[in-house]
């Protein structure tokens, strides 16, 4: 059984309708407090909401970030300042980061999730990696997983190669599939062709820890929203 729900956009209108569909999000919910992803797939859905959205009462909570240092452009801290935060007239309440520098890791993750648990999610945002992961949540990560520290596979390492920094990450640290999948709504973007495959796979191989995101099906109110190109193989 799946409660997950798609919704399919033609490729030139994804970003706007997303982007509406968040706008119409955040008009009932001014004070959400939202889990938001990096990478590639948000980034022209940010350049439209930071001018359009008001998120002067949100709080923000980055998904994840890689084992780079402070600064790097690859960064996740560093990308959503610079695809978002930075183009906001009025910036979140709050925006809450991990910092994979710090002295006990262990530590770090714990503050982090007790944060994300206090008052939970309203919404999470994620993206879909090549391999199926969500966050940095690899291929083998169970579905009531902790925020850790995470080795990271081939295809994510080459991945983030894309984004900017001189070297890419081996290691990184995410929020749990345990605090994902306890999110009031999650909203999984998938688009381009190349994540045709890997979105099929998600909506159909069994739920398990070999294909992670296979864990949303299960979630209560998870929505799929991917363009044409992404959902070609659907
Ligand atoms: C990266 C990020 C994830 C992101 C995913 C997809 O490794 N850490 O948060 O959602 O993989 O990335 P992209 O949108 O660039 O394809």
Redesign the pocket.
Known sequence: MSNIEIEIYPDDQWVDRVTSRWAAFMEKEPAARLCL??????QAIYERAASTIDFARTEVFV??E?GLPPGDPAR?DEMLDRDLLSRMSRRPLNVHTLNPQAPDMTEECRRFATLVEAGGLDLTV?????NG????NEPGSAANSPTRVVQLRGS?IE??G?YGSDVSPTW?VTLGLRQILASREIWLLVIGRH?AGILQRTLTEPIGRQLPATFLRRHPRTTVLADESAASLL
């Open positions: 992803p990096t990478g590639s797939t948000p998904l994840d890689f996740c994620l993206g879909l990696g090549r992961h969500v966050g940095l994510t991945d983030a894309r990184g994540k």
